[in-house]
């Protein structure tokens, strides 16, 4: 039955961002360029918009584009002047077989392809040969579903910027002929950190943004949870997998509480933890418990992630058990030195242990040329110097790092901080 143009746009729209990864994934098998597979998504994209209010919204959309998709990508390996080349690549069998219909991934022999397809195009969006900046805007463009706009408006950045990050990640790819596949042997722990780390980063900079005038931007928090759970669905067996969704669920379990109703930050202390996402939390300690079963030895995201559960058992921030929060800040550096861990160690001693034993870890950490440009070194260093009742000390201490923050909710409330202190001297 024909639908409105206006009712297929959407449901075309819909079905693409839920399906665009698993499509492009699809076709870079059979193409092997991440380019052109994703121009062939594209292409099936354009023709659902023409044909569908035509002929109406198909029982199952997604397998009709993927159909579409691979046959135009079957049809462009046979149309290239090295189709000999191309068909030993991708088998023999491309020679004979007819269009794909619909129909054709519904066994569970398809769908077991297509997710290993996804894993592939996951580790290959993620790979090392990238940049930090040009793995997270290719991985939010082909496995998040994001249009480039919105990936330039969640960094803060202008959109022919991010055009050209893609375009030269796609190429890079191309030039180093990174093979689209899944690395095992040694290779596969070292390119499996490039992918938590992406998906980490994703998150985090939709937990604290680091620049802009907002807080929290939810739905890149969203769009990391969605590719963490993903992840986990396609390697069940590694455990620091489940450490990363168990890390990103129960830190996303406090969303709703991270703001108050004028978007200003509102700190861990002060939080109303009735606000705290239960079912999220539940989900988030079952990932653990996965992580914990899979592994001999706690990862780095276990780790924080136990940090997480720690806090999420407290009822009340007074609560806290801080001592074993301390514990796991000592493993955690142990298991992935760095000294923002030690900075947040030294957060949970000083309140395990009191202010003037955390400023001395801190202090410690004053000539760190990691932290000299990082504004939480002299934030903590404020909040230990204000318990400690030396208030000058402590709003100079804030205003540095008010000076430091890129952020201008965290620099109000880091100017708030400040002008409280003066308050107290006066």
């Excluded at 492009?24 to 998504?41: H, K, M, P, Y």
């Excluded at 030269?168 to 095992?184: I, M, N, S």
Aim: aromatic share 4%; hydrophobic share 45%; with cysteine.
């Amino acid at each position: 039955m024909a639908v409105t143009e206006a009712s297929a746009t959407q449901a075309v729209e819909a079905v693409f961002r839920i399906e665009s990864a698993r499509i492009i994934a699809g076709v870079t098998r059979i193409v092997r360029d991440v380019g052109i597979a994703e121009e062939l998504a594209q292409d099936a994209l354009v023709a659902a918009l023409e044909q569908w209010p035509e002929s109406g919204v198909p029982d199952r959309p997604g397998a009709w584009l993927m159909a579409t998709a691979r046959h135009r990508a079957i049809d462009l390996v046979r149309r290239k002047e090295t189709y000999a080349r191309k068909l030993a690549e991708v088998g023999r069998s491309l020679e004979d077989v007819p269009p794909p219909e619909p129909g054709d991934f519904d066994s569970t022999e398809d769908r077991h392809h297509i997710d290993d397809d996804l894993l592939r195009l996951i580790f290959t969006a993620c790979h090392p040969v990238l940049s930090t900046e040009a793995r997270i805007a290719l991985t939010l463009r082909l496995l998040g579903g994001l249009t480039t706009d919105e990936i330039a408006r969640a960094f803060l950045a202008s959109e022919p910027t991010v055009a050209q990050r893609i375009v030269r990640a796609k190429r890079t790819l191309g030039r180093a002929g990174v093979p689209f596949e899944v690395p095992y042997g040694p290779e596969r722990a070292a390119r499996l950190d490039s992918v938590l780390e992406v998906i980490y980063l994703i998150f985090n900079e939709g937990y604290s943004a680091t620049a802009g005038d907002d807080w929290l931007r939810p739905a890149l928090c969203e769009d990391a949870l969605r590719l963490a759970r993903v992840l986990a669905g396609l390697m069940d067996e590694e455990p620091e997998v489940h450490g990363l969704v168990a890390l990103l669920e129960l830190q996303a379990s406090r969303i709703a509480a991270r703001t108050g109703p004028d978007g200003a930050p509102v700190l861990l202390a002060d939080q109303n933890r009735s606000r705290w996402d239960r079912l999220l939390i539940r989900r988030g300690y079952a990932a653990l418990e996965r992580a914990n079963a899979a592994g001999d030895t706690p990862g780095s995201y276990a780790l924080q992630a136990a940090i997480a559960a720690c806090h999420a058992h407290a009822v009340t921030y007074e609560e806290t058990d801080w001592t074993v929060i301390a514990t796991l800040y000592g493993l955690l550096l142990e298991a992935a030195p760095s000294p923002v861990v030690e900075l947040n160690r030294a957060v949970a001693v000083s309140m395990a242990q009191g202010p003037e034993a955390g400023l001395a870890l801190v202090d410690a950490l004053a000539g760190d040329p990691a932290l000299k440009a990082y504004h939480l070194l002299p934030s903590v260093r404020g909040d230990l110097l204000a318990r400690l009742g030396r208030t000058d000390e402590a709003r100079a201490e804030f205003l540095r790092a008010a000076d430091l923050t890129r952020n201008a909710r965290e620099r109000a409330l880091l100017l708030a901080r400040a002008e409280k202190e003066s308050g107290v001297e006066r």
